[in-house]
């Protein structure tokens, strides 16, 4: 049976390049990895009309269904498979679709606040907050979002002052004290390195030792 034997949280303020770190890791290492990504368990939001679902505050801890992500990492950590929500950011909604998701030896979970709830702490081996300026962050996100969030530049403007920068600094920002390695600016080849580097000593320890051959 196989059966996560290390977990990564990977948390940091939006665009800060979470999801292209845990990709690239993914990538790198091949498909011992699996990738949890947080903005899967965001709530449904079927009962809502869209325009009520517009004004929802997608970066509150109140907007993530933390029950059923700590449920289905408890899951995958029993070695059996898991059925992942989807998110369909477009009309910030759960989709109709899951993913089944196997049992790997490494379980990547990354988002907003993937280091806010203790309960899944107590689930990681590695805590890492990815640090980026909010400049930048803001920067990238406005690309993001109207490219492929299907977003006005207004409309990102309008929610990133009233929610996405104040619930940064309250909620997001102060889980930085719980990492275990801080990565700046996102995508960097020398964290990604390291990363790769303690997945594959931790691999290597959880091989069965080689018997004598006698
Ligand atoms: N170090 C970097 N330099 C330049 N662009 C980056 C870097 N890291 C990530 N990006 C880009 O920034 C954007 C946001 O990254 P993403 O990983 O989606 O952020 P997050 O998941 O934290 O919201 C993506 O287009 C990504 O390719
Ligand atoms: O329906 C939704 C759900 C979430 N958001 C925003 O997404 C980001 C989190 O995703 P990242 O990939 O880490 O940027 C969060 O800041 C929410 O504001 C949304 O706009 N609509």
């Not at 390049?17 to 939001?45: C, F, M």
């Not at 988002?111 to 107590?122: A, Q």
């Amino acid at each position: 049976m196989t059966a996560p034997s290390f977990v990564i949280g990977i948390a940091g303020g939006t665009g800060a390049g979470k999801t292209a770190v845990a990709r690239e890791v993914g990538e790198t290492v091949g498909e011992a990895v699996s990738i949890l990504p947080l903005d899967n368990y965001y709530q449904d939001h079927s009962h809502l009309p869209a325009e009520e679902r517009d004004q929802v505050n997608y970066d509150h801890p109140s907007a993530f269904e933390w029950e059923l992500l700590a449920e289905q990492i408890k899951t995958l950590l029993d070695g059996r498979p898991i059925e992942m929500p989807q998110y369909d950011f477009t009309v910030h909604n759960r989709t109709d679709e899951r993913v089944r998701i196997e049992p790997t030896e490494i379980l990547i979970v990354e988002g907003i606040l993937s280091l806010f709830e203790e309960r899944l702490r107590d689930l990681y081996d590695l805590c890492i907050y990815v640090q980026t300026d909010a400049d930048v962050r803001i920067l990238r996100r406005i690309r993001r979002d109207v490219i492929e969030r299907d977003r006005t530049l207004e409309s990102v403007m309008n929610q990133y002052l009233t929610t996405v920068k104040p619930m940064h600094e309250r909620y997001v920002e102060p889980t930085r004290e719980h990492a275990d390695v801080i990565i700046p600016e996102g995508l960097n080849y020398s964290a990604v390195d390291l990363i790769t580097k303690t997945i594959h000593t931790e691999m290597r320890e959880q091989e069965p030792p080689i018997s004598d051959a006698s």
